[in-house]
């Protein structure tokens, strides 16, 4: 079956960096055809997709522009989010999403995802 496992948060400052990742596996599909992304959630408020990544395709909201930077690297079939220049209300937790798309044009942060990882807790103080 398909599972999605984050890790790379924790505690920083503001002004500071942290990588996440999340591998992909049970895949079924070639991983062109997978939408991936990030999305977080702060205590008390709705879940917010920041990024997305299919096939090269890259989308990222207003809010992180310029400070977030979406990757995947297709042979390990993971993800990433480079975060920098953090700011205390990036505190949240993460969550790595994914489902399968058919075109880009299906895949961007705010799309409906059909699998889930359990999150990693991202800090800043």
């Known amino acids: 079956h398909v599972q999605l496992v984050e890790s790379g948060g924790g505690s920083v400052q503001a002004g500071g960096s942290l990588k996440l990742s999340c591998a992909l596996s049970?895949?079924?599909?070639?991983?062109?055809?997978?939408?991936m992304a990030w999305v977080r959630q702060a205590p008390g408020k709705e879940r917010e997709g920041i990024a997305s990544?299919?096939?090269?395709?890259?989308i990222d909201v207003d809010s992180v522009q310029g400070r977030f930077a979406i990757s995947a690297d297709n042979a390990k079939r993971t993800l990433y989010l480079q975060m920098n220049s953090l700011k205390p209300e990036d505190t949240a937790m993460y969550y790595c999403?994914?489902?399968?798309?058919?075109?880009?044009?299906?895949?961007?942060?705010?799309?409906?995802?059909?699998?889930w990882g359990r999150g990693t807790q991202v800090t800043v103080s």
């Open positions: 999403a994914a489902s399968y798309a058919q075109l880009a044009d299906s895949c961007h942060p705010t799309r409906v995802f059909a699998y």
């Open positions: 990544f299919y096939d090269g395709t890259v």
């Open positions: 049970g895949w079924p599909f070639s991983f062109s055809k997978v939408c």
